[in-house]
DNA sequence: TGTAGGCATCCATACCTGTCGCT
DNA sequence: AGCGACAGGTATGGATGCCT
């Protein structure tokens, strides 16, 4: 029984059975949940001057797990190639490949670090999280899901949005009597889960009881989906050693499949995606604590949370246990909305990128945009180089203006649009098209670049393209629907994948790293705001400040249109005017500002309002000095002042602004400069409790003698009454706005006089 | 398992200088 | 006078987190 079989694409594995085979489980179209199946043969490419040897060296290696070679015509950097490919009967490349290569005296290897379930996505042009057809046959069903043959081509359909995936949400409790959990001694004491439909269930009590029940809701349900926060580096992990502890597996992937670790710390749940919403906290720049309510509160949703420190824990679960119960609902509820709020974007980055919806979370930004480029090589022939260890050498990058310091009225800000990528595309920026003789040559440097369209500025011109599409799509589309939300979702990941190639092309992690194009980039880029300022001002526009790709002038809407027009048609770049501001607030400082935007919202650029690592009531005095600075006068500003630094002397502020949250960014030991979050750190270590590479450490800074590290203690020990008010004041509040304050002319003497007067 | 460079800011630390007490 | 201890000032660089 063959028929074409439509069907949206989940997630891949690949077993070994005769030899390499590719499962894709799958959504159909009448929403069943299938697996279509295919044997395939990853392949690798081995090169040198004698092909011809390698080949017959090849014919006479029967003993090795290949199934087959040919001569091929591939590019490496453009240039034509001549290389053996070899299709293999395993999926463990690299070895093979290396045996061979000495074996038979080839000089290069390629693609043979390319996992075998990535190799058979990009060489099948299937793309994880959208809708395929192909060819299938009917084959013995397993465990209850329907198995496919597959044969022929695959092809993609047009088709907007998902299926309808069944979603699990869980979050657990882990309870110990000292420090942090330990998975060896300490058990897990709740779950709560949370279906797409709204269904809410919570096991708690006995151990064993509460992870069977657990298992048992995600048998039953099956959901496509599990979604949780923290789960990869953690709970999955840790549950996983609780069951096997009490003799049995937390078998929650399909057929019965125990999590397993994949790359980089993902846990991998075969037939299911696994999402860790942390992972996408990690990178949103506006979330500088990362924690699950953070999230809800930036993504604007209506979750309520009672939320339990994690330090109180054991001390709520003696008291108030039913209080800790409703929390881990409602964080699981959380979970739901926040996944509900990001998926769509999730499943477009994964659509882009060729990274299944589960690993795409966990691959940092450049791990994106290669597996992109990877898709598109292997379809122009073009090798895929090997990950190289390219010597780290820093180049110039963009420039930034001296701000005019002081208060600015009726201010434009020009910004233009994707600079960069379009000064790639412009110049044909390339690692395939540098060229000594090249007719596009960079400002005053050796780098040229050839006429003939290179790689990267084909993949930009395909990703901007197909976000223009997105965007008109979208706009076609009603507001609020399904399909307008996608397409918002798509173009905007579209846009961070095109944004970070010239990044990408600096990083000397990058199989296709080419310092000369990263560094020929920032230099047209600089001489492009240069020539814009250099008009602006001919024009006759005030220029206050300017940085890499934007440029602030008085605002003038003929001289402004006119610089526009001329951007547009000598240096074939768009700009716009991207916002303006009835008041802009400069200090002497470059990217830190504060302004009255036109529609009456204020906002704040780098100063320690928006910074993670000061106390909140720092940045609250800080911003409401600024905003008595744009909406009243300085008198009024310093009052502000004032009245925070009264409310620190007398005791009214609450401990928790006083927090100062700084991240541990290696071990502890590591550090060459004690720092007050590293001795606190370290504190927090000796009681039990973990602190690594990556985490948050808050403290607070106690009255006390000696150096500023030997008087900070974790947040969660600090005495309100031991409190230096004192460095709070001066080192907290007055410092931020006083910086303000000077920039209209108020010297910090007034502030010191009102420290003074008690 | 790291997109890039440019930048402000705080604080620890090393180093320098001058003073003082002692021999 | 010569020496070391010490206080205070300054230059430097580690560390963090922002901007485009």
């Known amino acids: 029984m063959i028929g074409m079989l439509s069907f949206w694409v989940l997630d891949i594995a690949t077993e070994v059975e005769d030899g390499p085979v590719a499962w894709i489980w799958s959504i159909g179209e009448d929403g069943s949940r299938l697996i279509v199946k295919e044997p395939f043969r990853p392949v690798f490419y081995l090169t040198g001057g004698d092909l011809e040897g390698i080949s017959t060296c090849l014919e006479a290696s029967k003993d090795f797990p290949i199934s087959s070679f040919s001569l091929v015509e591939r590019r490496l950097s453009g240039r034509p190639l001549r290389a053996v490919m070899v299709s293999a009967m395993t999926d463990e490349l690299e070895g093979l490949a290396e045996r061979l290569r000495r074996k038979c005296g080839a000089e290069g290897v390629f693609e043979a670090d390319i996992r075998a379930s990535s190799q058979f996505l990009m060489r099948r042009r299937i793309r994880p999280s959208s809708w395929h057809a192909v060819e299938a046959s009917e084959s013995e069903a397993i465990g209850g899901y329907k198995v496919y043959r597959a044969s022929g081509d695959y092809q993609r359909l047009e088709r907007v949005g998902t299926p309808d995936l069944k979603v699990l ?128 509160s930036y993504l604007g949703l209506k979750v309520e949370y009672d939320t339990i420190d994690e330090y109180d824990l054991a001390e709520a679960w003696g008291k108030e246990r039913s209080r800790v119960l409703e929390y881990s609902m409602q964080r699981a509820r959380g979970i739901m909305e926040v996944y509900k709020a990001v998926s769509d974007y999730i499943f477009s980055l994964s659509e882009i990128t060729g990274l299944p919806a589960d690993h795409v979370l966990t691959a940092a930004t450049g791990f994106r945009v290669e597996n992109y480029l990877m898709g598109l090589a292997m379809e122009a022939g073009e090798l895929v180089p090997p990950r190289g260890e390219a010597a780290y050498m820093t180049y110039a990058g963009g420039v930034v203006m001296e701000p005019r310091a002081g208060l600015h009225e009726d201010v434009a800000v020009i910004d233009f649009k994707s600079m960069y990528p379009n000064i790639m595309m412009k110049y044909n920026i390339s690692f395939d098209t540098l060229s000594v003789d090249g007719v596009h040559r960079a400002p005053n440097l050796p780098h040229a670049f050839k006429e003939e369209v290179g790689f990267i500025p084909r993949a930009l011109k395909g990703l901007l393209e197909e976000r223009e599409r997105a965007r008109r799509l979208a706009d076609m589309h009603p507001e609020g629907s399904v399909e307008r939300r996608v397409l918002e979702a798509r173009q905007r990941a579209l846009k961070v994948i095109a944004n970070a190639t010239y990044g990408y092309m600096g990083w000397t992690g990058a199989r296709w790293y080419c310092r000369e194009a990263a560094e020929a980039t920032s230099a047209w880029g600089r001489e492009t705001i240069r020539s814009a300022m250099e008009r602006a001002k001919g024009l006759g526009l005030e220029i206050i400040y300017g940085d890499t790709d934007s440029l602030f002038v008085r605002d003038d809407p003929e001289r402004i249109r006119s610089l526009l027009g001329w951007i547009s048609e000598a240096l074939g770049m768009e700009a716009r005017v991207d916002r303006r501001y009835r008041k802009v607030l400069f200090t002497e400082a470059k990217k830190r500002y504060g302004g009255l935007r036109d529609d009456g919202r204020i906002e704040t650029v780098g100063l320690e309002v928006v910074r993670g690592d000061w106390s909140a009531i720092a940045k609250e005095a800080q911003l409401a000095a600024l905003e008595a600075i744009l909406k009243e006068g300085r008198e009024e ?13 007398e005791g009214r502020v609450p401990i928790k602004k006083l927090i100062i949250w700084k991240k541990l960014t290696k071990g502890v030991e590591e550090y060459e400069v004690a720092a007050p979050h590293v001795t606190v750190a370290k504190r927090m270590i000796e009681a039990g409790w973990s602190v690594k590479p990556g985490d948050m450490v808050g403290f607070i800074i106690m009255r006390g003698r000696g150096r500023l590290y030997e008087k900070a203690v974790p947040y969660f020990e600090a005495d309100p009454s031991r409190v230096d008010v004192d460095y709070y004041i001066e080192k907290q509040v007055i410092p931020p706005v006083a910086r303000l304050l000077s920039a209209i002319g108020i010297p910090e003497r007034t502030l010191g006089e009102l420290v003074l007067k008690k």
Do not use: M, W
């Open 169 to 296: 949400a869980f979050d657990s409790l882990l309870l110990a009597s000292r420090g942090t959990p330990k998975p060896e001694v300490d058990p897990a004491i709740a779950i709560s889960a949370v279906t797409d439909r709204g269904e809410e269930r919570q096991f708690s009590g006995d151990e064993a009881g509460l992870l069977r029940g657990f298992i048992g809701l995600v048998e039953g349900y099956d959901p496509d989906v599990v979604v949780g926060f923290n789960t990869n580096r953690r709970l999955l992990p840790y549950l996983a050693e609780r069951c096997r502890r009490l003799g049995f597996s937390l078998s929650i992937g399909r057929l019965g499949a125990e999590p397993r670790t994949s790359v980089y710390g993902h846990q991998s749940l075969q037939g299911r995606l696994n999402i860790d919403l942390y992972d996408l906290a990690e990178e949103t720049p506006e979330i500088k604590l990362e924690t699950l309510e953070e999230y809800s």
């Open 637 to 649: 500003a310093v009052e502000r002042v004032r009245e925070t630094i009264e409310a620190l002397r």
